[in-house]
């Protein structure tokens, strides 16, 4: 399940759990991660309703982008 995946990460970058908790506290809920690798971190996640699928920078935390699944 998604909340067991690692919280550790690598220095200079967000954790896997860090970015999960950031779109969490975003906004929305069901926060799924499918991909934890390279320069950006994405998750599934749903608002309103409705399911997205939500990528953070994994440097400084910022999401930037955020599309419909």
């Not at 779109?23 to 608002?47: L, M, P, Q």
């Amino acid at each position: 399940p998604y909340w067991m995946f690692p919280i550790y990460g690598y220095p200079g970058r967000l954790s896997c759990g860090e970015g999960r908790e950031i779109v969490f506290d975003s906004g929305f809920y069901r926060v799924r991660t499918i991909d934890c690798s390279g320069k950006y971190y994405s998750y599934a996640a749903r608002r309103h309703g409705k399911s997205y699928r939500v990528v953070v920078n994994a440097r400084n935390g910022n999401i930037v982008s955020v599309r419909p699944l």
